[in-house]
C-alpha cells in the first residue's frame, strides 16, 4: 500500500475572489511545494452558462477548450458565433478574476506574473484512453516536449465547476528533491547537438536546455514506472464541487484521476521572481547535480 504520509494540502478560509479576501503574502508556502486549498471559493456561472458544462462544447480536437493570451483566441471550441462568444466571455472572466486573486495571495509576484492559457476542461478524467506519457492519471511534474520552460515556473489556478457534486480526485506525491534523488541516477545527459536540431526541425517551440531535459526524463521516468505509481509516498485528495486551488505543477507531483468540469489558470514566473528561487525545480537539480543546467 502506498505511504500516505503526504500532507501537503493548505486550507484558507476565502469567500471572495477579490482583493478584500483574507489570505495574502502566502508565497513561501507554495513555494515550499505546498497545495493551496479555498474549499469556499466557487467561480459562479451564471445559469445560462452551465449549459457549457457539457463535452458537445467541444470540437474534439482538443481535451480542453481555452483562451489563448494575449489576443484572448478562443480555441478547441464548437458552436454557433454566439454561443462562442458567451463561451469565451465565461472563461475571460475566470482569467481575470483568477489574476487578480493570484495578485493578492502573492504581492511578491506583483510587476512579473504572466498569464497564460485559461482553459474549461468539460471532459470527465477518469477512462480516457491515452499514452502512457499523456496519462494524467499518473503522478507527474508538469514538463512539455516541445515547449521548454528553461525553469520558468509553473503556476496554475484550478476550480471545480462541477454541478452534479462531483469532487476532482486527485493523487499528490514526494517532495520534489526526494523525487530528483530517486530518478537522477539514471538520466544521462542529452546528446551533443539534440537541442539545435529539435528547433531547427521545428520539434520543439524554442532551443531545449539540460533542465528541461532533465525534467522531460522525470516526468517520462515516473509515468514508466508502475511501481513508483503503486507504491510511492502519496495521498488521495478530493476538490469538492466550488473549491479553487492553487499549486507549483512543475514541482508538485500529481495526478488526476476523475472528475469533470473545471476551470484552469496557467501563469509563467521567472524563477529569479519568487521569493524564495533556492525552492524552484531549476535550483534544486542544480544543487543536486553540482552545476548550472542551461
Known sequence: MPDTRVDIVREFPDTRWGDDGPTRGVE??????????????PFALAEVECRFLDERWADGKAKNISLRWPGGELRGAAGTRRDLAELQALIARFAELSEAFA????????GHLRRGNTSLRPTQVAGRVT?????DT???VDAFPSNPMHGTRLLRVFCNVNTSG????????EPFAAHARRYLPS???PLPGSAWLMNALGITKRRRTEYDHVMLQLHDHAKADLEFQRSSPQARVDFAPGTTWVVYSDQVLHAAMAGQHMLEQTFYLDVEHLQRPETSPLRTLEHLLRRPLR
Do not use: C, M
Open 166 to 173: 462531483q469532487p476532482r480526485e486527485w493523487r499528490v506525491g
Open 28 to 41: 513561501a508556502v507554495l513555494e515550499d511545494g505546498n497545495v493551496l486549498s479555498f474549499p469556499q471559493l
Open 131 to 135: 499514452s502512457w506519457r499523456k496519462d
Open 187 to 189: 538520466i544521462t545527459r
Open 103 to 110: 495578485l493578492r495571495l502573492f504581492p511578491h509576484y506583483r
Open 138 to 140: 499518473r503522478l507527474h
